[in-house]
C-alpha cells in the first residue's frame, strides 16, 4: 500500500507562486510515475500533469508553461511548482501514484492506483 501527503498549498494573488510536495511511503517510489490532478468546485477532477520514473513529462494545456513537475527520488517525493497563478487554478489539488509495475501505456491510459488526501489552492485578489 502507498500512501501519499501533500503539502505546501494556501492562498496566493493571481501572477503569485506556490510550489507544492507530495512525499510517498513504501517502496519501488523511483519506478513509479507520479501525478498532480486537481478538481474545482463543479467540474470533474483533471490531470494536471504528469512524471514518469524515467522522467518524461506531460502537461495540462492549461498550465503549460506556467507548472513544472519534477521528483526527488532520494525523498521519495514528488513536486509541483505553480507560477504565474491565475484566478481559473484555483481547486484542490491531488497527489496521485500508479503501481510501480505500471508500464507507460498503463500509465497514459488508466487511472492512478493511489490517491493522497488532496490539498487546497486557492487563487483569489
Known amino acids: 500500500q502507498v500512501q501519499l501527503v501533500e503539502s505546501g498549498g494556501g492562498l496566493v494573488q493571481p501572477g503569485a507562486s506556490l510550489g507544492l510536495s507530495c512525499t510517498a511511503s513504501?517502496?519501488?517510489?523511483?519506478?513509479?510515475?507520479m501525478a498532480w490532478y486537481r478538481q474545482a468546485p463543479g467540474n470533474q477532477r483533471e490531470l494536471v500533469a504528469r512524471?514518469?520514473?524515467?522522467?518524461?513529462?506531460k502537461y495540462s494545456d492549461s498550465v503549460q508553461g506556467r507548472f513544472t513537475i519534477s521528483r526527488d527520488n532520494a525523498k521519495n517525493t514528488e513536486y509541483l511548482q505553480m507560477n504565474t497563478l491565475k484566478l481559473e487554478d484555483k481547486a484542490v489539488y491531488y497527489c496521485?501514484?500508479?503501481?510501480?509495475?505500471?508500464?507507460?501505456?498503463?500509465?497514459?491510459?488508466?487511472?492512478?492506483?493511489?490517491w493522497g488526501q488532496g490539498i487546497q489552492v486557492t487563487v483569489s485578489s
Open positions: 513504501g517502496s519501488n517510489f523511483r519506478r513509479r510515475a
Open positions: 512524471i514518469t520514473g524515467d522522467r518524461y513529462t
Open positions: 496521485a501514484a500508479w503501481a510501480a509495475t505500471a508500464i507507460l501505456s498503463t500509465v497514459a491510459s488508466q487511472a492512478p492506483n493511489y
